[in-house]
């Protein structure tokens, strides 16, 4: 997936990063099925990163693990 931030009008104020997601299951405590998420980012440049989390990625990132991880166990216990 390729992320990027944008001002009001939707124009991209950074270049992207591109990102990649891999979803797996595998065997947890008392043969309970877990869930294993990775995720790669890659960035041009260090300066791209630096920028990135001035602007806030590491709370908004943060935030968007939690909620994942939210998900993924109301998705459990169904």
Not at 29 to 36: A, C, E, G, I, Q
């Amino acid at each position: 997936m390729l992320n990027a931030f944008a001002d009001k009008d939707e124009n991209p104020e950074l270049p992207g990063s591109e990102w990649d997601f891999n979803f797996s299951e595998q065997n947890g405590p008392d043969s309970n099925r877990v869930t294993k998420v990775s995720i790669s980012i890659y960035n041009e440049s260090l300066d791209r990163l630096e920028k990135m989390i001035e602007m806030g990625f590491k709370e908004g990132f943060t935030m968007t693990l939690k909620s994942l991880e939210e998900l993924l166990t109301s998705m459990k216990n169904k």
